[in-house]
């Protein structure tokens, strides 16, 4: 996953190389394409991955659902920084006042 890419962005270019290579013979198991992804994440990922792999069976975890529950994660994460930008100005406003 690059720096700046939300987790749609690399879904669309990891199905994209997938399928590349489908087409020239080489496919992967459900399985291995849960890995990769989970291997592929930003270290801001890293508690959601732990916790998907110790609460799920990754063998019979479709790769759609693994995929909308790192959507889901990412809004949160989104909503939280946006959250702890507000607070801080607030403080800031406070400080100055």
Do not use: W
Request: aromatic content about 6%; charged content about 25%; overall charge negative.
């Amino acid at each position: 996953m690059h720096k700046d890419e939300t987790i749609a962005q690399m879904f669309t270019r990891f199905t994209i190389i997938i399928n590349s290579l489908n087409a020239l013979g080489k496919s992967f198991s459900n399985i291995d394409l849960v890995n990769k992804v989970l291997r592929s994440l930003p270290k801001a990922y890293l508690s959601k991955v732990v916790t998907i792999q110790e609460a799920r069976d990754l063998t019979k975890l479709p790769i759609e659902e693994l995929m909308g529950s790192l959507m889901t994660y990412e809004i949160l994460m989104k909503e939280s920084n946006e959250g702890d930008q507000k607070n801080n100005m607030c403080f800031m406003a406070i400080e100055n006042e």
